[in-house]
């Protein structure tokens, strides 16, 4: 071992230490004033020059560097696969109960000649001595991505990893493992053995509808083994089936889809239960049902379209917005309506107010409830009653004459955005039917669409959108808008573009904003594995966003157990993640004090069980042989510990390694040292004792 002193102040300063010693000593026993004898005085001032010179010396901060000789035992890695997947089998027992204590003995083994260190992979990859079998999906690709990120510049003589080769997430393993520098060895686990299993393999749903729709279910069904057997597919909810079918199996490798139709008869977060019945024989039931979960609302925006006459415009609107499932429509001639407008979200107004139906009357009742309103402006329409409105636009008309405007979209337009297709749709789109008038808007008006006559873009709104209060307005000054109907067909051979523009500007009128003082953000559905997350904002009575008060939320299961969370605090509102939850149908309540108030918030949701790892229980034992041959490694079965222990002592690359490394040590830390100063110190009080003096 070879060293070396560096100091933390200049060298040279140690002859001021050779000084202070030497002076020290010199006034101490100068002319050998205590009575000793010539020796004894040099002896003894000998000592008191070497501590106070060590001393002073320890000031300048000295440091030891010194090159150290470092043995590295080679490291083995056992990789062990704790997912669901092996406890579904019919040897799970075996795996449960005797394959850890065998696997702990071999560690043992292992552990007289090598550092051995273990880790478990499924969701992650992770250090863990234990073996539960109940992580929910497997990743055999995170192995590599954790070997390469801890053990890069490690001495790791070589990998071993159990599993049944079953992988749901990453990617492949063999490729994963492309830049993996070490051995591999597998030890292949699980059944390869095919048995008779039915697989509910998946059901594709919509995780939203609304009341009163029919919703489509597609359901994917596999069978193996299962020639010439039948299954019965069921869906049922509470207790009650809504459908059944009865399914033959054709083949040994049966794949088959069948679609079918519920109807959405409850409000709220409805759990359906679809199952496939078990053939005589199988022993996997896990992979037979699965429960979804579909969110029933009742919040359809109610649209109410009323025009002076029939007219096609009014159609095209109609079966645009019937397409949208967000939306309910009712479609009137005004000499037949006979409902009250307090019921709708949003009234269209085709060409009314006009000559023979000033309507003042439902006029009235939209501002005094801030019904949210859209004009459509025709030959028909009273212009000087439309005037007479909280629009945002004033039209006078400068004769009696209309012209042909197209639409030419407003780049400074920010309310709600438009599709590519739709703006390049509106190059395309033939001319609506405005008067020729002047017109004015107000300050508050946002112009989505100016008029372009000819070639000339003019400032005259072609779509026009006011907000005056708490009631949102919209104008279409011309009519004609079923020829963009028809023609967005003819370009693109559908009706998205024009279906969206509608959406959009109906969607904007008619949402309602959110006055709410405390307000929750969370999704209805999670799954078991995922963490229910929350987000939420507290407003003062001005509105303003806090975040000093305490907010408290409490989530109920089915039970009425209780579990109660404080959010913590961001910037300027509130976070919480309350962790998983087992499956089942969940209630929350959000409380919070602002001043002398309390507002509370209420919500649902539902935690859905993840059942990947019970799809697939057939081993791939592919998977694991061929991972050990492109890793210079070999693939072994449980029960085969001793020929791989005796495989790893074989390999002449697994060895210590021997490195040298420069360590540096503060020479005030060396306890030699510190006894060193203390001998000297000791020696001669001895000496002075046994003379007589102190």
Known sequence: MNFDITFG??????????????????????????????MTSLALGILRFLVVFFLAVLLLAPMIERLVNIKEDPMILFVQDNTGSLAFIPDSTYYVNDYPAEVGTFREELGRDYDIRTYTFGESFSRDDTFSFDEKFTDMSAIFDGLQTLYSNRNVGAVIIASDGIYNRGINPVYASAKNKFPVYTIALGDTTPHKDVILADVLHNRITYLGNKFPLRVHIEARECSGESSTLTVARDEEILFSKD????????????????EA?????????????????EINLANNYKDIFIEVLDSRQKILLLSNSPHPDVGAIKQSLEDNENYEVKSYVIDEFDANVEQF??????????????ISAVLKKLDDNNIPRLFIIGTQTNISAFNNTVSGITIEPRSGQFNEALPHFNHNFALFSISRDLKELLSLLPPLHPYFASYETGGAARIFLNQKIGNVVTDDPLVVFTDHGNTKTGV?????????RLHNYLHKQNHNAFDGMISKKVQYLSILEDKSQLRIFSENIFYENEPVKFSAEVYNHSFELINDPELHLTIYNEEGVDYPFVFSRTSNAYILDAGTFPPGDYSYEAVVTVGDDRFKHHGELSVAPLNIEKLQTIANHQIMHSLAAENDGKLFYPGQWSELLDELKQREDIKPVLYSQKQFVDAISLSGIFFLILLLVTIEWFVRRRSGTY
């Open 9 to 38: 102040y200049p060298v040279w300063l140690i002859i001021i230490c050779l000084l202070l010693g030497g002076g020290y000593t010199a006034i101490l026993y100068y002319k050998d004033r205590a009575g000793f004898g010539k």
């Open 265 to 281: 008869d409850e409000t709220g977060m409805q759990r359906y239960h679809v199952s496939l019945s078990p053939v005589e024989g």
């Open 345 to 358: 979200n949003l009234v269209i107004l085709h060409q009314l107010p006009s000559f023979e139906y000033p």
């Open 247 to 262: 399914v033959s199996f054709t083949s040994d490798h049966h794949f088959q889809t069948v679609d079918l139709t519920l």
């Open 476 to 484: 279409i000054t011309g009519e004609g808008i079923w020829r963009w």
